[in-house]
């Protein structure tokens, strides 16, 4: 996934409780699946960048060079510039990109 491409703001905005809380019914419950989201989407760029910086590993115990890569230096910034994954959640909810169910409610409907 492409973050950058994302519309997410990269500051903090504030946002209408009502809008957010439309389709659940529930703030509370809004906020949750955001939080969710927001954590699979941190772990998911933990992961990418692991593996991107993970090329410039250095098995070395020596302590008395430190490389200053332009790859590497230009990778962390890019990761520094994205937006919170916390901000990106809620774009993609509010953009009704978020896949949900309520579990109580569809096993009341099973019963």
Same mark, same amino acid.
């Given at each position: 996934? =492409?973050?950058?491409?994302?519309?997410?703001?990269?500051?903090?905005?504030?946002?209408?409780?009502? =809008?957010?809380?439309?389709?659940?019914? @529930?703030?509370? $419950?809004?906020?949750?699946?955001?939080?969710?989201?927001?954590?699979?989407?941190?772990?998911?760029?933990?992961?990418?960048?692991?593996?991107?910086?993970?090329?410039?590993?250095?098995? @070395?115990? +020596?302590? $008395? $060079?430190?490389?200053? @890569?332009?790859?590497?230096? $230009?990778?962390?910034?890019?990761?520094?510039?994205?937006?919170?994954?916390?901000?990106?959640?809620?774009?993609?909810?509010?953009?009704?990109?978020?896949?949900?169910?309520? &579990? &109580?409610? =569809? +096993? &009341?409907?099973? @019963?």
């Amino acid at each position: 996934m =492409d973050y950058k491409k994302s519309k997410a703001p990269v500051n903090t905005v504030t946002r209408n409780i009502m =809008d957010l809380c439309k389709d659940t019914g @529930n703030i509370y $419950e809004s906020v949750a699946i955001i939080s969710k989201r927001a954590n699979q989407i941190s772990m998911q760029i933990k992961e990418d960048l692991s593996k991107k910086l993970a090329e410039f590993a250095s098995y @070395n115990d +020596s302590l $008395e $060079e430190v490389f200053e @890569n332009r790859e590497q230096i $230009e990778i962390s910034r890019y990761y520094e510039k994205l937006p919170k994954p916390s901000l990106l959640a809620t774009q993609e909810f509010v953009e009704k990109k978020v896949y949900w169910r309520d &579990q &109580q409610k =569809d +096993s &009341q409907n099973f @019963n």
